[in-house]
C-alpha cells in the first residue's frame, strides 16, 4: 500500500503556557525546556468527532478519492464523546462511506497499529482503498491540577487514504511490560451489587519511567527496522518521531548521528496529540513541501501500553 492522501485538523482553542501559569504552579520556562512545548489546542466548541470528520474529508480531496470508494475505516483513539457505538461508525456515516470499519486503541502509537492492520488486508487482497483516522484529545483525561501531566497534552486529528502500492518497507510493533506507568481507569455508572466504588480517577502517568521507556524503545526500533530494511540510518530523509517531548525527539537524533533537519517538530504549537501526532506533522511537512517522491522516511512512536512502533516508508 501507499499513502495517497492526508489530512488534518485542529481545535479553535489555542492554550499557551502562559495560560497555564494562571492556573497552575508552572511557568513558560519550565515548560519550554522539559518539553519544548510552547503551547497545544483543546477542544472548547468542537468534538473529537468533528477534528475526525474533518481530517478525514481533508485526506479525501488528497487523494482525489471519494468516501464512497472506501472499502475499510480504521479509527485509532483512545477516548472520544461516545463509549458505543465505534468512532469509526460515526466518522463513516458523517463522510458518506459504506465499509466496514473498526476502532482501535493503539494510544500513540495508533497510526503505526492502524497503518500495520490495513497493509494486512491488502496482502490478503481484501481492500483496496483504506481510510486511517487518528483523532484524540488526552487533554480532557486529565486533571488539570496536576502540572506534570496537564502541561504535556493537547487534541488534533489527522488522516491517511491508503490506496494499492509497495510503499511499506518494513513495520515493526512492540509492547513492553508496565501498563501501570501510564493509564486511565474508565467512569463506570454506579451498580448496587459492585462493592469496588467509583473508579472515577484522571490520567496516572508516571513521567521519568515513560521517559525512559521512549528513548531506549525508538531507538531499538528504529535500528531494527533499518537493519530489516537494509538501510543506514544516513539513507532517511525524514524522521516523523511521535511528538511527546522535544528531549526525547533530540536524544533520538543524537543516538542516530542524524541531523535535526531530518527530524521536523510541531510538538512547540499542539503538545502531544497522541495517535493523531504523526499523521498531522506528516500532514504539515508535506503541505510545507518537504516531501518528494521517493524520499525514504521512517515513523517511530510510543505509548500507554507500554506499546511502541517503527515502520520505514517510500514516499
Ligand atoms: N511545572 C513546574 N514544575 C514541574 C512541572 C511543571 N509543569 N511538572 C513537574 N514539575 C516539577 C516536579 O514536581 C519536580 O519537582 P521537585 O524536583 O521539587 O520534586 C521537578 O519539576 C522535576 O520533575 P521531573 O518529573 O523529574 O521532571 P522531568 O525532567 O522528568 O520532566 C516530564 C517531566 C513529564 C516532562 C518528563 O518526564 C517526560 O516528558 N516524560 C515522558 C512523558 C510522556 O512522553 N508521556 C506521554 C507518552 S505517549
Known sequence: MKISGIGSSLPKQVVTNQ???????????????????KERRVLSSEYVLDLAVDAAQKALVDANLEAKDLDFVIVANVVNEYVTPALSCIVKEKIGAKCPCIDLNGACVGFIYA???????????????????????????????????AVLFGAGAGAAVLTPGDN???????????????????????CPFDKKGSTNLPLVMHGQD?????????????????????LTADQIDTYFIHQA?????KYIEQMLGQPAEKFPTNIEKYG??????LPILLDETKRAGKLHEGDMIAFSAFGAGLVSGAMIMKW
Request: hydrophobic residues 40%.
Open 168 to 190: 511499506i518497507i518494513t513495520t515493526r510493533l512492540t509492547s513492553s511490560d508496565g501498563w501501570d506507568r501510564l493509564y486511565e481507569m474508565h467512569d463506570l455508572q454506579w
Open 115 to 149: 497503518c500495520d492492520i490495513a497493509e494486512a488486508y491488502y496482502k490478503i487482497g481484501r481492500v483496496k482503498n483504506v481510510l486511517v483516522v487518528c483523532a484524540e484529545a488526552p487533554a480532557h483525561m486529565l486533571d488539570w491540577h496536576d502540572r506534570t501531566c
Open 210 to 230: 515513560v521517559f525512559r521507556f521512549a528513548t531506549s524503545t525508538c531507538v531499538n526500533d528504529l535500528n531494527v527496522v533499518l537493519k530489516e530494511a537494509n
Open 272 to 277: 502531544n496529540t497522541s495517535s493523531a501526532s
Open 19 to 37: 495560560m497555564l501559569a494562571e492556573i497552575l504552579d508552572t511557568s513558560d520556562e519550565w515548560i519550554t525546556t522539559r518539553t519544548g512545548i
Open 245 to 249: 517531548n522535544l528531549r526525547i525527539i
